[in-house]
């Protein structure tokens, strides 16, 4: 009897014990990665009993912090004097402006920063250590010390809203998003040639015209015939909207920088204005993407515009840049209208790239007094950079080397690396996109120095942007899906210091933190547990390799064309590849249960793999991903698009590929097929040549039907050869009225197939 009176009561202790709802803090996984870390034992308790005390410097973070914990997690500060607080401290000795010191012990939290800048990234951080939701009346944190500041002053986030646009509601999640992850700069693309989306009350017809285009492309724009959906479409924020969104963003330690496009990519402008062009031609707002030939022209009126439009744009951005776009602006107007031509004899120019560069350094100027800098696309060095400019690279890193020598300040933002319309994954189910391939890991190692550039050069590099153009990204939750968790990365290549990020240890935090924008609500994109295959070709025997990013994890496969379950074959080693097969794999955990989607690789051993192969001509760097194996490792290339590993494509020219077997081997038959999106300035090759161990060469005419793929196939009497040479000759330039016009066409090469 006493034992079980003795057993009630101990029952009975625990009981009351766990109403106290004292839960384990959750293991740090803060992104991005702090400067250092270090853990202490013990944890804070966060209840009602707890003191807020601030500065009026950090008034309005430590605001922002209370009001946050309020909505969030449903917790109020204490108004009595108690034992335990979180405080805010002004710390001058603290160099960097963004940089902030977080301690956390068993009684108090304490913050440190130079300025609200630091206070507010303290916060962030701080905040990551909460659970993602609240489940019981108190919540634990970690017990800490975090010593933190960033790498670079200059971390973008980029979105266009011109091809298509979003609320202020969607904006404003945007931005939160990007505090979330300590960015502090929204590039705002607002005008474009399919919509001006910012009010300008002196010019109405820009609300009126230039904010609404009569219909849209559906489809890529590679898709010939080009079809539209017949809808009217557009919209624009009024300044009252701009304003609020500027200061929604200022509490959240975001500059926004405007875009206001020029001379380019000013279609949308000219059809409200038609005077602002050229020809003077009634022109509509463009329905489909590309480049336009119709720009602002250099006369009087189009300047007095532009200035006026600067006027109401810079009374609604305080912050310090204005981005005049600059990029990607054909010059076929300017040469033939008599008034660019005799601006460029009365400027003593030497051709239609100096006036742009006049056009540009003119509106510099008129920025300038105003006590504002510009931002330009690379494009803006052509014909001479203007003299205070900051030059944004995106057609690769040379831009920004090219700015940096010549002593200006730079932003990071290649194509290669930070342009997150491009596809993510190589899976047949994602969603439509530009084109290019660019997934994770890529973004995550880039590195915003280039080489090239001194210690002393290096100093003119602010930092690096991602960029989302939306011309297929029609939907907030389509944005979310590119920029997530591309993003992310960015944000530990521009906060984090480069020699203490690791990607598998990213990928491990982004597993947690992928539960915080679930409960945000955040439509990215999950890969983490997809499957990825690579060719391998050993001394002439070939392999099929799987991986996975995320450990822990199990791959099971199979190689008879079923789907992998619980009980298929686990992933141990390379699959040794002896014959045409299907092979499908997909993560499990250690469960049993199956985590991602089915990885699918069908694999058509042809004569030609495993052999050795070399090229004239090393193709772009940008679409490379598969070597020159990927030409004959037996894997063709996705249908639509030329972005990933197994299309290899080449800048303008002749490609001459080499194959050559192990042994003399019977052939009767070559095939291969070639993009030919014309749009991406894509085209097949007009004839293809092919040349036998050392017999005379023989070309062929391609036929080309217009279609997105060409193929080649030759069939001939049976030979017994060695070595095989295709000549590849580009299409050559561009013809006037297509996409790229004046430069020479691109050539992208499938799976050679030898039979």
């Not at 720009?295 to 006026?308: A, D, H, P, Q, R």
């Not at 899906?481 to 530990?492: D, G, Q």
């Not at 064309?561 to 992933?571: C, G, H, L, Q, V």
């Amino acid at each position: 009897m006493k034992i079980q009176v003795y057993l009630k009561f101990i029952i009975l202790f625990f009981f009351l014990g766990s109403t106290k709802e004292t839960i384990k803090p959750i293991e740090p996984n803060i992104i991005p990665k702090p400067l250092s870390q270090k853990i202490t034992d013990g944890f804070f308790i966060l209840d009602e009993n707890v003191n807020l005390i601030s500065t009026s410097e950090v008034i309005d973070v430590s605001k922002y912090f209370e009001m946050y914990l309020k909505e969030t997690y449903q917790v109020k500060f204490s108004t009595k004097k108690s034992g335990k607080k979180i405080e805010f401290k002004i710390d001058s000795s603290i160099k960097n402006e963004e940089g902030y010191f977080l301690k956390i012990t068993k009684k108090s939290i304490e913050i440190s920063a130079k300025n609200s800048k630091g206070a507010f990234y303290a916060i962030q951080s701080l905040l990551q250590l909460l659970p993602i939701e609240k489940s019981s009346k108190t919540i634990s944190i970690q017990c800490l010390e975090i010593q933190d500041e960033p790498q670079f002053a200059y971390r973008g986030m980029h979105l266009d809203v011109s091809r298509h646009f979003f609320s202020v509601d969607f904006i404003k999640k945007y931005l939160d998003l990007m505090a979330m992850l300590k960015m502090n700069t929204f590039h705002w693309h607002l005008t474009d040639d399919q919509g001006w989306r910012i009010e300008i009350k002196k010019y109405p017809k820009l609300q009126k015209v230039a904010a609404f285009r009569d219909e849209t492309l559906i489809g890529h724009f590679s898709d010939e015939p080009h079809q539209f959906d017949g809808k009217k479409y557009g919209g624009f924020y009024t300044q009252k909207e701009i304003k609020d969104i500027v200061k929604y963003a200022s509490e959240r330690q975001i500059t926004v920088i405007p875009e206001i496009e020029m001379p380019g990519h000013s279609q949308a402008a000219i059809a409200a204005y038609p005077e602002l062009g050229c020809t003077r031609n009634k022109l509509e707002v463009a329905a489909k993407w590309g480049v336009f030939e119709d720009i602002y022209c250099t006369n009087e009126n189009t300047f007095k515009f532009l200035e006026n439009v600067i006027d109401e744009v810079i009374s609604l951005f305080p912050g310090k840049y204005i981005h005049i776009g600059g990029d990607e602006a054909p010059k076929s107007r300017w040469k033939n209208c008599v008034h660019c031509q005799n601006v460029i004899k009365k400027e003593g120019l030497k051709d239609e790239h100096e006036l742009q560069s006049y056009f540009i350094k003119r509106m510099e100027k008129y920025i300038n007094q105003k006590g504002k800098q510009i931002i330009g696309w690379d494009e803006i060095l052509e014909g001479g950079l203007a003299p205070n400019a900051t030059v944004m690279s995106w057609r690769g890193n040379q831009g920004a080397i090219d700015a940096a020598k010549e002593k200006h300040t730079v932003i990071l933002t290649p194509n290669s690396h930070c342009y997150f319309d491009y596809y993510q994954s190589e899976s047949e189910a994602e969603p439509l996109a530009i084109g290019g391939f660019l997934p994770l890991k890529k973004v995550y190692n880039f590195n915003p120095i280039p080489d090239e550039l001194t210690k002393q050069e290096s100093k003119f590099v602010l930092g690096a942007q991602g960029n989302v153009w939306t011309e297929y990204l029609s939907t907030p939750e389509k944005v979310e899906y590119m920029a997530f968790p591309r993003m992310v990365a960015l944000s530990e290549v521009v906060w984090s210091a480069k020699e203490h990020k690791n990607y598998d240890d990213f990928i491990s935090r982004l597993e947690f933190f992928n539960k915080r924008l679930d409960a945000k609500n955040v439509q990215y994109a999950n890969h983490l547990y997809e499957v990825k295959g690579e060719f391998i070709n050993k001394n002439g025997k070939v392999f099929y390799e799987f991986e996975t990013i995320t450990k822990g994890k199990d791959i099971r496969y199979t190689t008879d064309n079923s789907e992998p379950n619980s009980n298929s074959k686990i992933y141990e080693k390379p699959i040794s590849i002896e014959n045409s097969q299907t092979l499908k794999a997909s993560v499990f955990n250690k469960q049993g249960t199956k985590l991602g989607s089915i990885f699918e690789q069908k694999i058509n051993l042809h004569k030609a793999v495993g052999a050795k192969i070399s090229l004239n001509v090393a193709p772009h760097e940008a679409y490379n991903a598969g070597g020159k194996q990927a030409l004959i490792n037996g894997i063709s290339g996705n249908n639509k698009r030329f972005g990933d590993k197994e299309w290899l494509g080449f800048s303008g020219e002749d490609v001459e590929i080499t194959i050559e077997f192990n042994k003399h081997t019977e052939i009767n038959n070559i095939s291969t097929r070639f993009h030919n999106g014309n749009g991406q300035w894509i085209y097949a090759p007009k004839e293809i040549s092919i040349e036998f161990d050392n017999e005379q060469k023989r070309s062929f005419v391609l036929k080309n039907n217009g279609n997105l793929l060409v193929n080649f196939n030759e069939t001939f009497k049976q030979k017994v050869i060695k070595k095989i040479k295709l000549t590849i000759t580009n299409y050559g330039i561009i013809p006037d009225g297509k996409q790229g016009s004046g430069n020479k066409a691109w050539t992208f090469i499938d799976e050679i197939i030898i039979e």
